[in-house]
């Protein structure tokens, strides 16, 4: 019976756990066993007692755990310390940057450790069980709204009363993926006015079947990739965006960003000269920030004040989702290992003429 573990991230800057007791039963019905650090989801609220009672086992220390496991899972790349007491030759699970874990990951597979990362998945239909992009941004679009309208300190839906009438927020979302479809969503529930702008012409009719209005950049083509994500702009493109979306920030109260590139830095997108457009006490919460931003001014977990609009950014949003995100993330990497697990052979079995499988593993130095 191969052994399942899981130690506790850096709660520094994560507060995601891998496992759940609902996930814990799942794999144990797979016939593995499943070893966590102790104290392992008290910071979420899940006592070790709710692990232990779905048949996990507590070990006292992460060192314990990862020298006894042959599949780990994680939410992000183990940390020198952990990579020294990882076996050779197991199974490393999790969401792993390619180029900010560069070192990491060479490290580890000169231990001949397989490292599956999450967030190369393929975007095709069997896949989206295991889409942990997908169930995280989600969350992070729903939560960057909730916090912008915290901080904007205003009404948002429209009210009628005895005094007057209040008119409605305008929000504007910068990326209509997974996160800024969401925002939308978030956005209009709240009973705001909400436009949005995507480089990919299928977004139009998504956007619009939530209620929001496609702001286009004329004579633009499909900026989308085959995989279904967002690839970069032409200059041309840029230029049209820009003169676009001069005259259409400073028309809104709380602006949601949310443009990537996959493997590249973020897209500047709002300018210096935009931000300052905007109305003061107008919110800009860019949820790119963490891979450079997509608006001049921000900075991970810091609130910029320019010229009265607040620009926001977090780290880990989904710090703030702690549980939610979990079990989320949790049910992706019991699904992924699912697709790994061979009924025939009762074993874990590697089969690289699975897409899922092929696609995710990082097996060759970087």
């Known amino acids: 019976m191969k052994i399942i573990g899981s130690v506790k991230e ?17 794999l144990i019905d797979l016939n593995f066993s499943v070893f966590l650090e ?20 507590l070990e006292s220390s992460a060192k314990e755990v990862l020298e006894k496991s042959e599949i780990i899972l994680k939410v992000n790349c183990p940390s020198n310390d952990e990579i020294n007491s990882i076996k050779n030759k197991s199974i490393l699970i999790g969401q792993f940057d390619p180029i900010s874990n560069k070192e990491m990951i060479n490290k580890m597979i000169k231990k001949d450790v397989k490292i599956f990362s999450l967030n190369l998945l ?17 969350l992070a679009g729903y939560r960057a709204v909730i916090e912008s309208v915290e901080e904007f300190g205003k009404v948002i839906p429209m009210m009628m009363t005895a005094a007057g009438t209040i008119t409605p927020a305008k929000v504007m979302v910068i990326g209509a993926g997974v996160a800024g479809l969401q925002a939308i969503a ?35 083509e499909n900026l989308e990739t085959a995989g279904g994500y967002a690839k970069e702009a032409g200059e041309d493109f840029k230029r049209k965006q820009s003169e676009l979306l001069k005259s259409e920030v400073k028309k809104n109260d709380i602006i949601i960003c949310t443009a990537l590139i996959p493997g590249k ?21 860019d949820l790119a920030v963490s891979q450079g931003g997509n608006s001049a001014f921000s900075e991970s977990d810091k609130v910029n004040i320019i010229n009265g609009v607040k ?56």
């Open 122 to 138: 393929p975007r095709i239909t069997r896949a989206q069980s295991m889409d942990v992009l997908s169930s995280q941004a989600n």
């Open 265 to 285: 830095k973020a897209p500047r997108i709002i300018s210096e000269e935009m931000v300052k457009s905007m109305k003061p006490g107008s919110i800009i919460y």
């Open 311 to 366: 620009i926001m950014g977090s780290k880990n949003i989904l710090n703030n989702l702690a549980l939610t995100a979990s079990n989320l993330y949790a049910k992706n990497l019991y699904n992924f290992v699912n697709n790994l697990y061979s009924k025939e052979k009762k074993d874990i079995y590697i089969n690289l003429e699975d897409e899922i499988i092929n696609k995710t593993l990082i097996n060759k130095e970087l």
């Open 186 to 220: 978030t956005a209009k529930r709240l009973g705001a006015i909400v436009s949005a702008t995507d480089v990919r012409t299928v977004a139009k009719e998504q956007v619009e079947s939530l209620g929001g209005k496609f702001l286009a950049v004329e004579g633009s």
């Open 38 to 57: 102790k104290k392992y989801g008290e910071h979420v609220g899940i006592a070790d007692e709710e692990y232990k009672n779905k048949g996990a086992s």
């Open 10 to 26: 850096d709660f520094s800057s994560e507060k995601r756990v891998s496992v759940t007791p609902e996930t814990v039963k799942k």
